[in-house]
T-cell receptor, first 108, second 116 residues
């Protein structure tokens, strides 16, 4: 079965603290993983994708096929990082499955 | 970046009526469009995938006769909720993807439907 699991509904950290948003997936094929972010009152937008292997706004995510994980990390959280984060898996035919989302709250 | 618009942004309709939601790609040709449904504080649930000029592919459990999807052009897809009921009240989000190796999905702002 194709599934994306984000175990934390809410993650609250202090400004400057490290952040890790967890994501695990279940997919028998070759996965294509994404992180999307939704800031307050804004539309969903792509944050990063595993094939790019780039850092966006200080965030990175490494695909670990052995652990079927794609955790999102940032060494020093900023208040403007507060948002809803969705991990997503794209399967064949461009179908994208979203996790339940994690709300990140960065406290001053 | 590419822009996807939705119209209307919110709509209230009476039970039993039909409502149409439009999704447009403003500055690119959308080969594929997706329709999602999002309940409060929940994730996006894919309803259907549509390719321009073809019939939409519905996800399991989504009634194709209730949620009519038309993708008549490379810049427009419509979702019509027929004979709406209060349980159809939700946030409907479309996304569009163009051709090419990028295949990035661009999301619309969503349409909030309230059925009274």
């Amino acid at each position: 079965a194709q599934r994306v699991t984000q175990p934390e509904k809410l993650l609250s950290v202090f400004k400057g603290a490290p952040v890790e948003l967890k994501c695990n997936y279940s997919y028998s094929g070759s996965p294509e993983l994404f992180w999307y972010v939704q800031y307050s009152r804004q539309r969903l937008q792509l944050l990063l994708r595993h094939i790019s292997r780039e850092s966006i706004k200080g965030f990175t995510a490494d695909l670990n096929k052995g652990e079927t994980s794609f955790h999102l990390k940032k060494p020093f959280a900023q208040e403007e990082d507060s948002a809803m984060y969705y991990c997503a898996l794209r399967t064949g035919g461009f179908k994208t499955i979203f996790g339940a989302g994690t709300r990140l709250f960065v406290k001053a | 970046g590419a822009v996807v618009s939705q119209h209307p942004s919110w709509v209230i309709c009476k039970s039993g009526t039909s409502v149409k939601i439009e999704c447009r790609s403003l500055d690119f040709q959308a080969t594929t469009m997706f329709w999602y449904r999002q309940f409060p504080k929940q994730s996006l649930m894919l309803m259907a995938t549509s390719n321009e000029g073809s019939k939409a592919t519905y996800e399991q459990g989504v009634e194709k006769d209730k949620f009519l999807i038309n993708h008549a052009s490379l810049t427009l897809s419509t979702l019509t909720v027929t004979s709406a009921h209060p349980e159809d009240s939700s946030f409907y989000i479309c996304s569009a993807s163009g051709q090419g190796a990028d295949y990035e999905q661009y999301f619309g702002p969503g349409t909030r439907l309230t059925v009274t």
